[in-house]
């Protein structure tokens, strides 16, 4: 991220204290050094511990402030829980990122229950399992917060060959829209931010297997402003919905995406041309990266 085009004060966020899962890598760990830069103390979750202490390592180097390392596998409700005591203990948190996930493309018609839960454990469970335990300590500590989901323009018209991925981000769309009128009195607030495309090695290892990251020609060519996003654009919608100043925001899912999605729906549709050899080299190639990370987790 170009943290020269933040658009927000130094200090605006002074106070905060934001939990961001999949805070160690991607559009985590982008969103985890604006909210740094700008005052707020951050808590970073996912599997990987080394990952996380390097990112947390990385950041505070330039920014200076806290930045704390959070193992923890959100598809586990009692994993959360030890994980949120230990936060909870430094103070209440004002902000929650749910921005963990996991997908890959495939023909549905080639998935098995297994893989189906691979992605709706983590996106559709888990970040309801966060969200659930964050709530009620706020509720019951009588403290306000702001909760933001990174969904997908999917959310609004599907994308075929990543089902799971779509069905369980629509469900956290209808969990926010839900719990923003449920726990509106509480003076807890959701808000959705569904990106476009915005390369990072996770998200272009397994949907666009074999492309490069600089390339991602795809994604520039059909997209209406000829680019793919930059993280600052990203990072500046998520502190305006998290940050003091506009707190009426409530229940909104906002796109980032170019208006890729009114040109093109946005979504994995031209796969349709590919045939059962290109899907294999697909699946071999998500194959391998998927074993790569799993070998660095430590929950
Ligand atoms: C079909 C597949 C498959 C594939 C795995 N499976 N890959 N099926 N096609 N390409 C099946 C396996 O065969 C197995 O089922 C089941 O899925 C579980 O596979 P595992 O490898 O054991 O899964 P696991 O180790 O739990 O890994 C979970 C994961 C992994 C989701 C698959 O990639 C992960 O943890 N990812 C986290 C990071 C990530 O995905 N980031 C990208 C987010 S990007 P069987 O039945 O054979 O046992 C994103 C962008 C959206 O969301 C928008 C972009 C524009
Ligand atoms: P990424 O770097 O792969 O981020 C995913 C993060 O989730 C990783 O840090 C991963 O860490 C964490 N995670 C996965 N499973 C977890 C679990 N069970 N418990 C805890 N943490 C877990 O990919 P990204 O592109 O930045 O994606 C971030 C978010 O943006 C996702 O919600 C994605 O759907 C969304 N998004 C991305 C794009 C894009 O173009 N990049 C577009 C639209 C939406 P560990 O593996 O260490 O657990």
Same mark, same amino acid.
């Given at each position: 991220?170009?943290?020269?085009k933040l658009? %927000?004060?130094?200090?605006?966020?002074?106070?905060?204290?934001?939990?961001?899962?999949?805070?160690?890598?991607?559009?985590?760990?982008? @969103?985890?050094?604006?909210?740094?830069?700008?005052?707020?103390?951050?808590?970073?979750?996912?599997?990987?511990?080394?990952?996380?202490?390097?990112?947390?390592?990385?950041?505070?180097?330039?920014?200076?402030?806290?930045?704390?390392?959070?193992?923890?596998?959100i598809?586990?409700a009692?994993?959360?829980?030890?994980?949120?005591?230990?936060?909870?203990?430094?103070?209440?948190l004002?902000?929650?990122?749910?921005?963990?996930?996991g997908?890959?493309?495939?023909?549905?018609?080639?998935?098995?229950?297994?893989?189906?839960?691979?992605?709706?454990?983590?996106?559709?469970?888990?970040?309801?399992?966060v969200?659930?335990?964050?709530?009620?300590?706020w509720?019951?500590?009588?403290?306000?917060?702001?909760?933001?989901?990174?969904?997908?323009t999917?959310?609004?018209?599907?994308?075929? %060959?990543?089902?799971?991925?779509?069905?369980?981000?629509?469900g956290?769309?209808? @969990?926010?829209e839900?719990?923003?009128?449920?726990?509106?009195?509480?003076?807890i607030?959701?808000?959705?931010?569904?990106?476009?495309?915005?390369?990072?090695?996770?998200?272009?290892?397994?949907?666009?297997p074999?492309?490069?990251?600089?390339?991602?020609e795809?994604?520039?060519?059909?997209?209406?402003?000829?680019?793919?996003?930059?993280?600052?654009?990203?990072c500046?919608?998520?502190?305006?919905?998290?940050?003091?100043?506009?707190?009426?925001?409530?229940?909104?899912?906002?796109?980032?995406?170019?208006?890729?999605?009114?040109?093109?729906?946005?979504? %994995?549709?031209?796969?349709?041309?590919?045939?059962?050899?290109?899907?294999?080299?697909?699946r071999?190639?998500?194959?391998?990266?998927?074993?790569?990370?799993?070998?660095?987790?430590?929950?």
């Open positions: 991220m170009d943290a020269e658009m %927000f004060k130094d200090g605006l966020m002074r106070g905060e204290r934001i939990l961001v899962t999949g805070g160690g890598t991607g559009l985590g760990k982008e @969103m985890s050094e604006a909210f740094l830069k700008l005052g707020a103390e951050v808590i970073i979750a996912g599997r990987r511990g080394g990952v996380l202490q390097e990112t947390a390592d990385e950041l505070m180097g330039r920014w200076g402030g806290t930045v704390i390392p959070a193992p923890c596998d598809r586990s009692e994993a959360i829980s030890d994980m949120l005591d230990g936060v909870w203990a430094g103070g209440p004002t902000g929650l990122v749910n921005n963990a996930a997908n890959f493309i495939s023909r549905t018609e080639d998935l098995s229950p297994r893989a189906f839960d691979a992605i709706a454990n983590i996106v559709f469970r888990g970040s309801f399992y969200t659930l335990d964050v709530g009620k300590r509720i019951t500590g009588g403290h306000k917060g702001s909760v933001i989901n990174i969904l997908t999917w959310v609004w018209n599907g994308s075929p %060959f990543t089902v799971p991925s779509a069905m369980s981000k629509s956290l769309r209808a @969990m926010a839900s719990l923003a009128v449920e726990w509106g009195r509480y003076g607030r959701f808000n959705n931010i569904a990106p476009g495309p915005f390369p990072t090695k996770g998200a272009w290892e397994r949907l666009s074999g492309q490069s990251l600089e390339a991602g795809n994604s520039r060519t059909g997209n209406p402003m000829g680019r793919v996003g930059q993280m600052h654009e990203l500046n919608l998520a502190v305006l919905l998290l940050a003091p100043g506009a707190e009426y925001i409530n229940g909104q899912t906002i796109a980032i995406d170019g208006a890729s999605y009114q040109a093109t729906g946005g979504n %994995f549709s031209q796969l349709r041309a590919w045939d059962d050899a290109q899907w294999q080299a697909v071999d190639m998500i194959k391998s990266s998927n074993e790569k990370d799993r070998a660095q987790r430590t929950t």
